[in-house]
C-alpha cells in the first residue's frame, strides 16, 4: 500500500500521535521562552545618574549611577545604558541571526541524516548553552552564547515542527501546525509569569532553561518519521514506526505492507529547485512578494513584542499581553481563510492593512486618551492582526509553489524571514529617537 493508504489504516491522528503532537507542542513553550529571553533579561529599569555629565567609561558610569531594585537583567549588571545600551539589543540581534543560520543548516541535515538525531542534537546543545547563558561571566561570552543559541533552537524547533507535520496524516497538517503557533504564544504569557515572580536574571534564564533538560530526556522515546525513513528508502523501518503507531491506537493486528519507495531526491533537485524559483517569471515574482510579505510579518511581530518593555505600565503585563493576544488569532484566520468571500489572499491583505494602520496610529495618540484610544492598546490589536496574517502566510506560501519547488520556496522566504528578526530588537530604539526628534 502507498504511504498515505498506510495512514488511513494506522489511523490519521489516533493516541499514538496525539501524545507525540501534544508533547513537540508542548515544547513550544520552552522555545517561546528562549526566544523572548531578552525582553526581560535585557529590560531596562528606572535609574538616575548623579552627576550632571554622562561619564565616558563604563567603570566611571557605574560610580554614578544607580538603579531601581524592583529587578536585574544584563543592563544593570554590564551597565548597558547610554552609550553602551545598543549591547542589549545586539544580543538580540545576534539571537536572530543564529536562527537564520540553524533554518539554512538543520533542515538539510535532517533530510540526510534523519529528523531523530537531528532534532535530539539541536536540542541538547540548545539546553547545554541555555546554561552559558544564565552563568555568563562577561557581556561577550552572554552574547556569544545567545548566537549559538539562536541556531540550536531555530534547527531544533523547525525539525520538531516538521515531525509533528509527518507522525499524522495530511488532513491534519493545518491543525498541528496552527496547534504549535498557538502554543508558541501561550509560551510568551508563561514566560512573563516566571518573570513576574523571578526577578533575579540569571535565576530566570536557568529556570527558563530547565525544562529542555525534561524535553530532551523524554525525546528519547520518540520514533523516527516514517515518512522520511520512507522516502530513504529504509520501507521495512517505515513499516516498524506505523506498527508502533498502529499499536498505540489499539489496532494490535493490523498488517502494513508498503510499496518499495520510487526513489529519493537527487542531490542537485534542491540547488534546481532555488534556480526555477528565479527562471520562471511567474515564479520569480511570486516568490519575491511572498519575501517581502515574510519579512514584514516578522519585522512587525517581533519589534511590536520586543516594544513590550518600552510600554507605560506593568512590564510583565504587557509582555504577557502582546503572547495572550495571539490566541484568538489562529481560530479567526482559520474561519475566514476557509470562506469562498474571503479567502487566503483577501485575509491576508485586510489583516496586513489592520495592522500597518494600528501601528500608525499609535504614534500619533498621546499616553492619556483612555483605554479605547490607548497606544498600547493599538499596539495589541497590531499584534493579534500580524499574527493572524504570519499563521496565513505559512500555509498560503506552501500552496502557491508547485510541489517540485515548494521546499525550496519554503525555505527562501524562510530565510527573509530571519533577516526581520535580526532588524526587529532595533525598532523601539529607532521609534524613541523619531519621537525625540519630533
Known sequence: MELDEAFGSVGEFGRSQKRLTAFLVLLQVYVACQ???????GAVPEYHIDQGEIPDSTEELARHVHFADNFTSIATEWYLIKHEAYKVNLASSLYFAGLLIGNIFFGPLSDKLGRKPVYMSGLFFDVIFGYVTA?????????????IVGIMNGGMSLVSFV??????????????????NLTFAVGIAVYAFLGYYIREWRFLAFVSNSPGVFFFLLSFMLPESPRWLYSQGNTAEAEDVLRYLACCNGKERLTIKLKPCAGTMKKNDSA????????HPVLRWRTIILMYIWYVCSLVYYGLTFNAGE????????????GLIEVPAFPLCMFFIEKSWSGRRKTTTYFLIFAG????????????SGFFFSPTLLAL?????????????????SELYPTVVRNAGLG??????????????????????????T
Not at 515531525?163 to 504549535?180: D, F, N, P, R
Not at 534546481?272 to 527562471?279: A, P, T
Not at 494602520?357 to 492619556?368: D, G, H, K, V
Open 311 to 322: 510600554l507605560g505600565g506593568n512590564l510583565y503585563l504587557n509582555v504577557a499581553l502582546y
Open 35 to 41: 526566544s523572548m529571553l531578552i525582553v526581560l533579561v
Open 357 to 368: 494602520f494600528a501601528c500608525i496610529f499609535t504614534m500619533f495618540l498621546p499616553e492619556n
Open 412 to 437: 527562501v522566504c524562510s530565510m527573509t524571514c530571519r533577516f526581520g528578526g535580526v532588524l526587529a530588537p532595533f525598532v523601539p530604539s529607532m521609534v524613541n529617537q523619531l519621537e525625540e526628534n
Open 272 to 279: 534546481s529547485g532555488v534556480l526555477n524559483l528565479v527562471k
Open 163 to 180: 515531525l509533528t507535520q509527518e507522525y499524522v496524516g495530511k488532513s491534519y497538517w493545518a491543525l498541528t501546525g496552527s496547534l504549535t
Open 135 to 147: 552563568f555568563a561571566p562577561s557581556y561577550e561570552i552572554f552574547a556569544m552564547s545567545r548566537f
Open 381 to 397: 490589536c497590531g499584534k493579534l492582526t500580524v499574527s493572524a496574517a504570519f499563521n496565513i502566510v505559512y500555509i498560503y506560501t
